[in-house]
């Protein structure tokens, strides 16, 4: 079964760009989660809230922050 971390995660892995941006910290995460929601619904095939995409984003940019700083 696919969560909403685990396809949140996927999606940043395969944007580059954004990995980079959420380890520096320079994105909002509520704008960020406004704007993927479609595609992560798609892929869930179930509506979900924005709140549940910037915790997953929160989460990974935080292990982004520690991997890049160890």
Known sequence: MK???S???NYIKNKPFLSTALSE????LTSLSRKIK????L???KKIRS???VMALKR???SLEF???H
């Open 3 to 5: 969560t909403i971390s």
């Open 7 to 9: 396809v949140v995660e």
């Open 51 to 53: 709140g549940a995409i």
């Open 43 to 45: 892929v869930l095939r």
């Open 60 to 62: 990974i940019s935080n």
């Open 38 to 41: 479609p595609e992560i619904e």
């Open 67 to 69: 991997v890049s700083t």
């Open 25 to 28: 910290g320079i994105i909002n």
